[in-house]
């Protein structure tokens, strides 16, 4: 006996959108969020904030909250002392959005429509484990990491109970200048190098002096043995020598190895002249050795920072998006989908040679993964991109169709042919995280 197979599926296109009148619609009833893989845990941002002081709080992808002081009430109105938990949960990708399982549907003009993302985030708060409220008058400022520069987007807020999006203003992309900074400090890192600091042997011919130094106030000079003073030119070191001085000191000129002068006085005169540190052979020699150990070890040290600088580079978002809430909820910067050149079909999906049911509900990522919209039935696909299918399989594995395949439903359907099949491929491993689903998109 067959078993029956019944799935959510995942459209991996860049533009699909299909008014009331030409495709079957999820139930408009079905829940505002409705996670497809309720087994995948999500990354969320836990914050623990003292309530009478506020704070600003930085997170990796670039996004930064500002909560003002006195910002929370519990349920009967009264203002919040005691530590207070934040949550933050972010979606920019189609992995994060499809993973959350919130809405993306939007009522334009009597129509429905889909929406594509320039950022979503959901907060929430508690104190003691009881649910809190943003004080009336407050605002939580929201600098939220976006992916795109464009300005047309507006700012949402999802009706929970009606499983509505409603709009609360524009936004305006600014670029985020923690990311340029680092990126700043990057280049600068990558053209730095550790500067040799070892003094020059005497020149032949030349006046050294055994001069005494404060290392007190020159420790730079401490680990130099048999350190001595080298005259700069031939005319200074006859006018130094000619004469009987009282006093001595040496006295830097700048940060260098070599920036130094001599001050010499009698009861006559003051005599400045410019020195330079000078050792012996052997120390130089010591001394090279063990700059070359010091330069492997700093270039070591280097590169890990270089790594580590760049990963957090990569995770963050080049722009940001200046918002205000003055609840609890989900938001979402957002604008409807467009496309050029949509395409319907409406194949047979198998999988192992069995025919999907029909019920079967599926998902679709249009616009570089910014979208995600859920469907029942038909598909339309903007041939000017790229698009493929991703199944979630009742075990957790999943299936999916690749562009080709697609391409090809279409072109056979364009020939008059119905009843267009595809055979779907399986993965070998259940999704178990994000990182997973990110990788089956990112082969597909």
């Known amino acids: ?98 993973l959350s399982g919130i809405t993306m549907h939007y009522e334009q003009n009597g129509e429905d429509e889909s929406f594509e993302s320039a950022g979503m985030f959901r907060i929430d708060g508690s104190c003691n484990g009881q649910e809190i409220e943003v004080a009336q008058g407050k605002t939580i400022g929201v600098q939220l990491a976006s992916a795109t520069k464009d300005n047309n987007y507006d700012f949402f807020q999802l009706n929970e109970k009606t499983a509505k999006w409603e709009r609360l203003s524009s936004t305006f992309a600014t670029e985020n200048q923690t990311k340029k900074a680092l990126s700043d400090s990057i280049q600068q890192a990558v053209k730095s190098t550790l500067k040799s600091t070892i003094p020059d042997l005497p020149e032949k011919g030349a006046l050294v002096l055994d001069i005494d130094v404060d290392y007190r106030k020159y420790p730079q000079l401490r680990d130099f043995y048999g350190l001595a003073w080298q005259v700069e030119s031939s005319e200074n070191a006859k006018e130094i020598s000619d004469v009987q001085w009282d006093y001595s000191s040496l006295v830097s000129t700048g940060s260098g190895i070599n920036d130094f002068k001599l001050r010499l006085s009698n009861n006559s005169v003051i005599k400045e002249v410019k020195v330079q540190p000078v050792i012996s052979r052997e120390e130089r020699a ?148 994000p990182e997973d689903l990110k990788a089956i998109l990112n082969r597909i």
Not at 53 to 58: A, D, P, R, T, W
Not at 305 to 324: C, D, P, T, V
Not at 389 to 398: I, R, S
């Open 1 to 98: 006996m067959k078993t029956q197979i019944v799935i959510g599926c995942l459209l991996v296109a860049s533009v699909l959108n299909v008014g009331c009148d030409s495709r079957q619609l999820v139930n408009q009833q079905e829940k505002a969020v409705n996670r497809p893989l309720k087994e995948v845990e999500t990354p969320i941002h836990v914050l623990q904030v003292d309530p009478t002081k506020g704070g600003e709080f930085h997170f990796k992808t670039g996004t930064v909250l500002q909560i003002p002081e006195h910002a929370f009430v519990d349920k009967n109105g009264q203002t919040i002392k005691d530590p207070v938990v934040i949550e933050l949960e972010e979606f920019h990708s189609a992995s994060d959005i499809f």
């Open 286 to 433: 010591r001394l090279e050795k063990e700059y070359a150990k010091a330069r492997v070890e700093v270039e070591k040290a280097k590169s890990i920072a270089l790594e580590n600088a760049n990963n957090e580079y990569n995770k963050m978002y080049e722009f940001q998006r200046n918002l205000s809430v003055n609840g609890f909820g989900i938001y979402n910067c957002d604008r409807v989908i467009q496309y050029e050149q949509p395409v319907a079909i409406q194949p047979i999906y198998k999988v192992n040679g069995e025919v999907l049911n029909n019920s079967t509900n599926y998902y679709l990522i249009s616009n570089d993964n910014s979208a995600v919209s859920q469907y029942g039935n038909a598909i339309k696909l903007d041939l000017n991109r790229k698009n493929s299918l991703l199944f979630v399989l009742p075990d957790g594995k999943v299936a999916y169709a690749t562009n080709e395949q697609l391409n090809e439903v279409v072109e056979q359907t364009r020939k008059g042919k119905d009843n267009q099949s595809i055979d779907l491929k399986t993965s070998l491993q259940p999704i178990k995280s």
